[in-house]
């Protein structure tokens, strides 16, 4: 995915289109404070989250979090790589590092969210 | 633990960084009606005199019975370096190993208990130990709601009803829908137990030898199980491992037993231990603490505390469990145990006791009016069907010398006259011998 066309949450995911499905991922700027990705704990496909439920849990040598839903659909699928070797979000967060895809997501919900730029503001404490 | 003075001089200088003026002060919003109006503790006494006053008391116990009691508990022999070893302050005054830079001894035995435990079940991961085999036990149907996003646990009534007690009472407050599932000689009712088994069955829970001290295969409960997506929870008796089946071996997801067999003395309320073991793919979801194998930078095999993200010192109210301690001294003396008896001792062990029940068996079933009950094979336990109620007959045992058994009926409707009765190793011919002419005495006296 193309970081410039995405959505972002305060919580550092992204969330894209990519034809009738939304793709969500965590950012570069979360990988890299979560240091060495050890764990993702995927959800199941054809389970609904509500925008901004826990989506997946995500486990790095420093910390275990939640990847929380940008936006309220029902998992298509789920990264099955990402399981085998988690250490492709570090490598590659907005690619291959991808999480889970959603379908039914109500592309309103997505205008509440951050844009590419706005994100990048907000990771730099408000300068830019 | 030391006295630890508490002198008003003291309470003074306490109650002046409060800011109180008095004890009373200090309680004042505690209505009066919810304080304890004083405490009926007798005045001191001294060190001799207490001393002897425990003492007495300590007589009223029944002392030095021969046990054939069970239940989950067993009296097994105990090697003189278990203790020994013990006592060493190494272990005993090892505190919980979070610094793996000081711990690397408490680690590495936590490491080996995990291995030992492994290889008896037949499973790829253990935890460091939970409390005891009940609450074992509830960690697990837990764990299996965890995975499956299931709420219905169906439950064989075989599993000792110590445990089920504890699953209940843990989970009252929980929406789980347990669904109890009847014995028939002796032994789990397969075709009900098959046919409950649906897509909503978060797990399946068994035991083995179950309480009756029979010994199953439940390899196609657990091939159901799995059809249906739910997983297949497997109580165990650790020595009975020695000669049986594993739960491994079954295809079980998560193994959990009462750890008390493997070195740790018969005792009112314990100290036990609580065994828990699964499948790689699961090790995620398990609850407790669990030590890894690793190397340091120089190459060197260290040992630490390994997928602690799951607990809930990182997760919060998101952790796996709320299980925040292990019972580590136990699970030393398990692993000393089972590495002095080595994998031929722990099989020798299991046989002995096998054999000794089955001749206990022969030996009983000959008194009048006693029958042994032998629908189903059993491990190291078994029924017998007395002529009066068992409870009453336990009682007559004990001044005779013996523990004698469990009265069934405590437990189980319309079992009064069934006595549960265990054999270990440690039982000789004579002393089966003499609990026969003590139990036919005491049958037929009059």
Same mark, same amino acid.
């Given at each position: 995915?193309?970081?410039?066309?995405?959505?972002?949450?305060?919580?550092?995911?992204?969330?894209?289109?990519?034809?009738?499905?939304?793709?969500?991922?965590?950012?570069?700027?979360?990988?890299?404070?979560?240091?060495?990705?050890?764990?993702?704990?995927?959800?199941?496909? !054809?389970?609904?989250?509500?925008?901004?439920?826990?989506?997946?849990?995500?486990?790095?040598?420093?910390?275990?979090?939640?990847?929380?839903?940008?936006?309220?659909?029902?998992?298509?699928?789920?990264?099955?790589?990402?399981?085998?070797?988690?250490?492709?979000?570090?490598?590659?967060?907005?690619?291959?590092?991808?999480?889970?895809?959603?379908?039914?997501?109500?592309?309103?919900?997505?205008?509440?969210?951050?844009?590419?730029?706005?994100? %990048?503001?907000?990771?730099?404490?408000?300068?830019? | 633990?030391?006295?630890?003075?508490?002198?008003?001089? +003291?309470?003074?200088?306490?109650?002046?960084?409060?800011?109180?003026?008095?004890?009373?002060?200090?309680?004042?919003?505690?209505?009066?009606?919810?304080?304890?109006?004083?405490? #009926?503790?007798?005045?001191?006494?001294?060190?001799?005199?207490?001393?002897?006053?425990?003492?007495?008391?300590?007589?009223?116990?029944?002392? #030095?019975?021969?046990?054939?009691?069970?239940?989950?508990?067993?009296?097994?022999?105990?090697?003189? %370096?278990?203790?020994? /070893?013990?006592?060493?302050?190494?272990?005993?005054?090892?505190?919980?190993?979070?610094?793996p830079e000081a711990s690397q001894?408490? @680690?590495?035995?936590?490491?080996?208990?995990?291995?030992?435990?492994?290889?008896?079940?037949?499973?790829?991961?253990? =935890?460091?130990?939970?409390?005891?085999?009940?609450?074992?036990?509830?960690?697990?149907?837990?764990?299996?709601?965890?995975?499956? !996003?299931?709420?219905?646990?169906?439950?064989?009534?075989?599993?000792?009803?110590?445990?089920?007690?504890?699953?209940?009472?843990?989970?009252? =407050? @929980?929406?789980?829908?347990?669904?109890?599932?009847?014995?028939?000689?002796? +032994?789990?009712?397969?075709?009900?137990?098959?046919?409950?088994?649906?897509?909503?069955?978060?797990?399946?829970?068994?035991?083995?030898?179950?309480?009756?001290?029979?010994?199953?295969?439940?390899?196609?409960?657990?091939?159901?199980?799995?059809?249906?997506?739910?997983?297949?929870?497997?109580?165990?008796?650790?020595?009975? @491992?020695?000669? /049986?089946?594993?739960?491994?071996?079954?295809?079980?997801?998560?193994?959990?037993?009462?750890? +008390?067999?493997?070195?740790?003395? /018969?005792?009112?309320?314990?100290?036990?231990?609580?065994?828990?073991?699964?499948?790689?793919?699961?090790?995620?979801?398990?609850?407790?603490?669990?030590?890894?194998?690793?190397?340091?930078?120089?190459?060197?095999? !260290?040992?630490?505390?390994?997928?602690?993200?799951?607990? +809930?010192?990182?997760?919060?109210?998101? %952790?796996?469990?709320?299980?925040?301690?292990?019972?580590?001294?136990?699970?030393?003396?398990?692993?000393?145990?089972?590495? @002095?008896?080595?994998?031929?001792?722990?099989?020798?062990?299991?046989? /002995?006791?096998?054999?000794?029940?089955?001749?206990?068996?022969?030996?009983?079933?000959?008194?009048?009016?006693?029958?042994?009950?032998?629908?189903?094979?059993?491990?190291?336990?078994?029924?017998?069907?007395?002529?009066?109620?068992?409870?009453?007959?336990?009682?007559?045992?004990?001044?005779?010398?013996?523990? %004698?058994?469990?009265?069934?009926?405590?437990?189980?409707r319309g079992m009064d006259n069934?006595?549960?009765?265990?054999?270990?190793?440690?039982?000789?011919?004579?002393?089966?011998?003499?609990?026969?002419?003590?139990?036919?005495?005491?049958?037929?006296? =009059?």
């Amino acid at each position: 995915m193309k970081p410039e066309t995405l959505r972002y949450t305060k919580e550092h995911e992204w969330i894209g289109q990519d034809g009738a499905i939304w793709v969500v991922g965590i950012t570069d700027y979360a990988q890299k404070q979560l240091g060495d990705i050890t764990y993702v704990e995927l959800p199941k496909p !054809g389970k609904s989250f509500n925008a901004g439920e826990s989506l997946a849990v995500i486990e790095s040598v420093k910390v275990a979090g939640d990847i929380y839903a940008p936006a309220g659909g029902t998992v298509a699928e789920s990264n099955a790589a990402v399981e085998k070797s988690p250490e492709i979000v570090n490598q590659d967060p907005y690619g291959r590092g991808w999480i889970c895809k959603l379908s039914g997501v109500v592309s309103t919900e997505l205008d509440k969210l951050m844009t590419a730029d706005q994100y %990048a503001v907000f990771t730099s404490g408000g300068r830019k | 633990m030391p006295f630890i003075a508490n002198t008003d001089a +003291q309470r003074a200088e306490m109650l002046s960084v409060i800011g109180a003026g008095s004890i009373d002060e200090l309680f004042a919003d505690i209505p009066a009606d919810c304080r304890i109006g004083g405490l #009926n503790i007798p005045s001191g006494m001294s060190e001799t005199e207490l001393y002897d006053k425990i003492h007495r008391m300590s007589h009223r116990n029944a002392h #030095n019975l021969v046990c054939f009691l069970g239940c989950g508990f067993y009296d097994h022999f105990i090697p003189a %370096a278990v203790d020994d /070893l013990t006592r060493r302050s190494e272990f005993y005054t090892a505190y919980t190993p979070y610094q793996p830079e000081a711990s690397q001894g408490t @680690l590495q035995t936590i490491f080996e208990y995990q291995t030992a435990i492994c290889r008896l079940t037949g499973m790829d991961a253990a =935890n460091a130990s939970l409390y005891d085999g009940g609450t074992a036990l509830y960690e697990a149907a837990m764990m299996a709601m965890r995975i499956t !996003g299931r709420k219905k646990i169906i439950l064989d009534t075989g599993v000792s009803p110590i445990y089920r007690k504890m699953l209940f009472c843990y989970t009252r =407050n @929980l929406s789980i829908d347990f669904q109890e599932i009847e014995i028939v000689h002796g +032994q789990t009712d397969r075709k009900k137990m098959l046919d409950s088994l649906d897509e909503t069955c978060a797990a399946v829970i068994l035991q083995n030898p179950n309480f009756f001290g029979v010994v199953d295969d439940f390899t196609d409960v657990v091939a159901r199980a799995h059809e249906k997506g739910c997983m297949a929870v497997v109580s165990v008796y650790p020595v009975s @491992l020695g000669m /049986l089946k594993s739960p491994g071996a079954m295809g079980a997801d998560i193994v959990t037993a009462e750890g +008390q067999s493997l070195g740790l003395p /018969l005792s009112f309320g314990g100290p036990y231990l609580g065994i828990m073991a699964t499948s790689s793919e699961h090790v995620r979801k398990m609850p407790g603490r669990i030590v890894g194998a690793t190397t340091d930078m120089r190459g060197r095999t !260290g040992y630490v505390l390994t997928l602690q993200a799951r607990e +809930q010192h990182i997760r919060r109210e998101k %952790a796996m469990s709320n299980i925040c301690s292990n019972e580590a001294l136990c699970a030393a003396r398990a692993v000393m145990y089972m590495s @002095l008896l080595g994998r031929e001792g722990l099989r020798e062990l299991a046989v /002995l006791c096998a054999k000794k029940a089955e001749y206990a068996k022969t030996r009983l079933g000959r008194i009048k009016g006693v029958e042994v009950k032998k629908s189903a094979p059993t491990f190291n336990e078994f029924t017998l069907a007395l002529p009066r109620d068992a409870g009453d007959v336990v009682n007559d045992m004990i001044e005779k010398g013996f523990a %004698a058994g469990f009265p069934l009926g405590r437990y189980y409707r319309g079992m009064d006259n069934y006595l549960l009765v265990a054999v270990t190793e440690k039982r000789t011919r004579e002393e089966i011998g003499m609990f026969a002419e003590a139990l036919e005495s005491v049958l037929w006296a =009059n």
